[in-house]
């Protein structure tokens, strides 16, 4: 509606405008300003609105944004012409009726002038309105753009909870028999990650504390099931923690390194979160002990491989995603974001 307002007021205030300036034009030149005068300018106004409008209605029924350039063109400046042509006749038209005697001899003059200053006027309000339609196709696709890059990443999230609420209550299922006093523990240590976990939904980003907080409580949980195999290191930099991340980003990075890497080590191993603070980006270190394989099985788990399109989809090429043999007994997992 709001746009349907404003091309009616562009129209109406633009060919306004022009009929005032030939008004002015002619009463500057010393020429007197009579009421059929005035008339016939309001009219010629009327007309050229009518003829732009209808002008409108062909570019939108025929889609001619849909046409390239090579053919836009030529139909285009054509366009242009007609209507300057059209416009002059109805000139041509309104000074035969405010003086019936004038010759059509006389009358073919204003109408090669008109015309020719016409196209001009034709040519400005087309470039004008071709621009706008442009830009609002443009704006258009980048909403679109986001609104499917949102849902997808709903998606996305979607599927990444269930898939660590499945891995976490393996761990508390391994819990129950050996240990059932670990295993309510544990069940009290889900509860707050599930509880955090649902308030991320309803965020694309997070505070990196609150991140780091949720992650804590999974390596409590995990270290119940695993005890002396699975030893944890935090070296966190300060101003970390003010850095929005993507939910579950670094949860996912730690499971994986306990499930790919850890676990499958007889004495188990460590797991070190280490950030640092690179100019205005964060860089999120994740060391666990293991080796990659030879397919590369600890880099190409579900897990991560949704982070990596979270992280694009969110950052596009502004960040940096690392996972590689540091030594021959640790994993390094390594990811840099900016602000």
Do not use: C
């Not at 069940?187 to 991320?200: G, P």
């Not at 997992?333 to 602000?339: D, F, Q, R, V």
Request: hydrophobic share 45%.
């Amino acid at each position: 509606m709001r746009k349907t307002k404003f091309y009616w007021l562009f129209q109406i205030i633009g060919w306004a405008s022009f009929g005032l300036i030939q008004i002015f034009l002619v009463s500057a030149d010393g020429q007197p300003i009579s009421r059929m005068y005035l008339l016939g300018e309001g009219l010629q106004a009327v007309f050229n609105i009518l003829l732009t409008h209808g002008f409108r209605y062909f570019i939108i029924k025929f889609k001619w944004l849909n046409f390239n350039m090579a053919k836009l063109i030529p139909l285009a400046l054509v366009s242009v012409f007609v209507l300057s042509l059209m416009s002059s006749v109805f000139l041509a038209l309104i000074i035969l009726i405010r003086n019936d005697s004038v010759s059509i001899e006389t009358l073919m003059q204003p109408i090669v002038i008109q015309t020719t200053e016409s196209i001009f006027l034709f040519l400005f309000w087309s470039l004008t309105y071709f621009i706008y339609l442009y830009f609002e196709r443009y704006n258009t696709s980048l909403k679109y753009e986001a609104t499917i890059r949102e849902t997808e990443l709903r998606n996305l999230k979607s599927q990444l909870n269930p898939h660590f609420i499945f891995n976490a209550l393996n761990s508390i299922r391994a819990l129950v028999d050996e240990n059932p006093k670990k295993s309510k523990e544990a069940i009290t240590q889900l509860s707050h990650i599930l509880r955090n976990s649902l308030n991320s939904d309803r965020q694309k980003l997070v505070p990196f504390a609150e991140e780091l907080r949720t992650v804590k409580d999974y390596l409590g949980l995990e270290s119940m099931r695993y005890e002396e195999r699975l030893r944890t290191k935090y070296h966190i930099v300060k101003g970390s923690e003010v850095f929005q991340v993507p939910p579950l980003m670094l949860q996912t990075l730690v499971e994986n390194g306990v499930k790919h890497g850890i676990s499958k080590l007889t004495k188990g191993g460590e797991i070190i979160i280490r950030t640092k603070l690179e100019a205005d980006r964060l860089v999120v270190q994740v060391r666990n002990s293991g080796q990659l394989g030879d397919e590369k099985s600890i880099g190409s788990g579900f897990g991560l491989s949704n982070t990596k399109k979270r992280l694009e989809m969110i950052y596009g090429d502004r960040f940096e995603f690392l996972i590689k043999n540091e030594d021959e007994k640790t994993v390094l997992t390594e990811i840099k974001l900016p602000k």
